[in-house]
């Protein structure tokens, strides 16, 4: 649906809920990430791009000293929180998403009280990131209700701060960016360490490809202590090489002192060092227009998250090499791994048989049937009026 569409929509069903008109309205959208897994944590870089689907945000100021939100994918119930009352990792789990952002902006955002109504068109949990959409959309509203004029690296910052301690996610700052900075056509490539960016052409409907989201619905436990474990494995190997990080060493460098480092770190490691790799010759193949090319790399990924870092599942694999056995160009895994999603760049037109093939492979070794999306690449957040 159209921005402009669904903030009429929401407008109307603000004035239902809260019995006035929103101030503002903004959305945000929700992120595939190309190639860069695993690295935001360790300065890398990343190439996300922002999807079609957005969350969008209704919002007013009340004239108490309470946080009003509402969520119409929680059936539109109001959840009150007196300011009195504000504290990390405190009230219902969903609202610490768009408290934190309140909390994380500080005083000037919590010198009034506010209603704010929430419409999440990013499906939740399948690893397009339908929390940072949230946390921009208000981080975006909130800087123009409060004419704040914060840029997008510092609305970023914030929201991953948000995250971070308000909900207790650790999580890295490149969905929070691309939600912010993407641009339609492009694709982000974002340096992790200083938010620097760079918009790469990745108008992908105009050369007749797709860029398909395979959700395999599954999220295996993690048995070995997972994401802090391997974690940890990159900051050790950065401390015994005595490096700042582990983007400041290259993947020949790195291999010549594999003996200064103990099995696991370093196999942790080489993932993190050839994966940040893999996105700079990945954005080189993309500006010279090699598809194909830029296909083998992300595959190239898939392999190292599934044999190096070892966060790939049966599912994940299965999708992807599935993918590519009919015909894509390249597919791998993404995000934290142990299930959630895979993607997957192929030709439009195979996309029904790929598809096909793919619900085909699973329902033959008994796995849970997956969803699927289709992803373009889609401008960043928006105040909408
Ligand atoms: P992902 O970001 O991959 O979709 P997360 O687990 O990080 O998955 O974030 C999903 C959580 O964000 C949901 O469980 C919910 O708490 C919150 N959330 C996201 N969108 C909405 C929404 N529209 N309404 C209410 N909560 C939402
Ligand atoms: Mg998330």
Redesign the pocket.
């Known amino acids: 649906m159209l921005g402009k569409q669904l903030a009429l929509m929401l407008a109307s069903k603000f004035a239902e809920i809260f019995g006035k008109h929103p101030d503002l309205i903004a959305s945000a959208p ?1 992120r595939v990430n190309l190639i860069g897994e695993h690295v935001d944590f360790l300065d890398g870089f990343v190439l996300p791009f922002a999807i079609s689907d957005v ?1 969008t945000v209704a919002i007013s100021k009340n004239s108490s000293k309470v946080i009003r939100v509402a ?4 059936g539109g119930e109001i959840k009150s929180v007196d300011f009195s009352k504000i504290a990390p990792m405190t009230g219902e ?5 768009p408290i934190g952002v309140l909390w994380a902006l500080g005083n000037e955002a919590l010198s009034n009280g506010l209603d704010i109504l ?17 946390e921009c959309a208000v981080a975006t509203a909130v800087n123009e209700l409060y004419g704040l004029n914060l840029s997008l690296p510092e609305l970023a910052r914030i929201a991953q701060k948000g ?1 971070n301690v308000y909900v207790g ?1 650790p ?1 890295g700052i490149m ?1 929070q960016s691309v939600s912010l900075m993407a641009t339609q056509g492009n694709a982000l490539l974002l340096d992790t360490r200083d938010l620097s960016t760079e918009q790469i052409p990745f108008d992908i409907a105009q050369l007749g490809l797709e860029l398909l989201v395979i959700d395999t619905q599954v999220h295996h436990a993690l048995v070995d202590g997972g994401y802090a474990e391997r974690r940890a494995s990159c900051e050790k190997a950065v401390a015994d090489l005595g490096i700042t990080s582990l983007r400041d060493i290259s993947v020949s460098e790195f291999e010549a002192r594999k003996s200064e480092l103990d099995a696991k770190t370093y196999i942790r490691a080489y993932h993190g060092v050839t994966e940040m790799k893999r996105v700079l010759d990945a954005v080189v193949l993309l500006k010279s227009g090699d598809f194909v090319g830029f296909g083998e790399i992300v595959t190239l990924a898939h392999q190292s998250l599934r044999d190096n870092y070892t966060v790939s599942c049966p599912e994940l694999d299965l999708a992807a090499d599935t993918a590519n056995k009919f015909g894509a160009l390249g597919a791998r895994m993404i ?1 934290g791994g142990f299930g ?1 999603s895979a993607i997957a760049l192929i030709k439009a037109r195979d996309s029904e048989l790929i598809k096909s093939e793919i619900r085909g492979a699973f329902m033959a070794s008994k796995f849970k049937a997956p969803r699927f999306f289709s992803a373009l690449p889609s401008q960043g957040a928006a105040v909408i009026n």
């Open positions: 929700g969350t969520s119409i994918q929680k789990p969903w609202t610490r998403y929430v419409d999440g068109r990013v499906p939740l949990g399948a690893g397009l990131s339908s929390s940072a959409a949230l995250e996610m999580c969905d995000g959630g």
